[in-house]
């Protein structure tokens, strides 16, 4: 009797070990793939491996360059535009200066707010390889990257990675807010 109870104490030790426990990033992965997919669709993440990490304050930093060299950019336009006559080149590039120099200011500041808060992490880089089927039609399987954030929140996904980092800007607290302003102002006028 005590052999069967061991036996069957060690098949279960066994079974359980054999188990796949689901992944939260991958199932968070496959839900943002698949959350505007209205067919019947049977995904799975496989080889799912952490890249890197990146911080606040690095994404601050990167959002803050990309500002920097709008300005200057728009600001050379806008000089040329004026010199050449083009008032209504010159009009938009002027508008255009004054909408990104508030963005610039705005991320200052709310990097400033953000104090040691900035030392924290803002989001993983994952690469991962999928496969599975959709509407009844099976995909191969793709090599892909995505941004997590430590809660589990799927901020990009792409096909290359050089893609990834082009909507991560909204991790930071305000920022859509901040975008999403500019929209109204424009539908307002």
């Known amino acids: 009797m005590k052999k069967m109870l061991l036996l ?3 098949l279960l030790a066994v079974c359980a070990c054999t188990q796949k426990q689901a992944d939260p990033v991958a199932d968070a992965i496959v839900a943002e793939m698949m959350k505007d997919i209205d067919q019947p669709y049977d995904i799975r993440v496989f080889d799912l491996s952490r890249l890197d990490s990146t911080s606040f304050a690095t994404e601050f930093q990167r959002r803050i360059s990309i500002y920097d060299i709008r300005l200057d950019q728009n600001m050379t336009l806008f000089e040329k535009y004026v010199n050449e006559g083009m008032t209504t080149n010159a009009t938009r590039k002027y508008e255009a200066l004054k909408r990104d120099t508030k963005i610039y200011n705005e991320l200052n500041v709310m990097k400033e707010l953000m104090g040691d808060d900035t030392l924290k992490t803002a989001y993983y ?3 991962f390889t999928y ?12 090599k ?7 809660d589990g929140r799927v901020l990009t996904y792409a096909a290359d990675r050089k893609d990834l980092h082009k909507a991560t ?3 930071i607290p305000g920022y859509k807010e901040l975008l999403d302003s500019f929209k109204e102002t424009a539908a307002e006028e």
């Open 169 to 171: 800007g909204l991790v």
């Open 125 to 127: 880089d994952y690469a």
């Open 144 to 150: 892909a990257f995505a941004t997590v954030t430590p």
């Open 8 to 10: 069957a104490s060690a």
């Open 131 to 142: 496969k599975g089927t959709v509407g009844g039609q099976k995909i191969a399987p793709k």
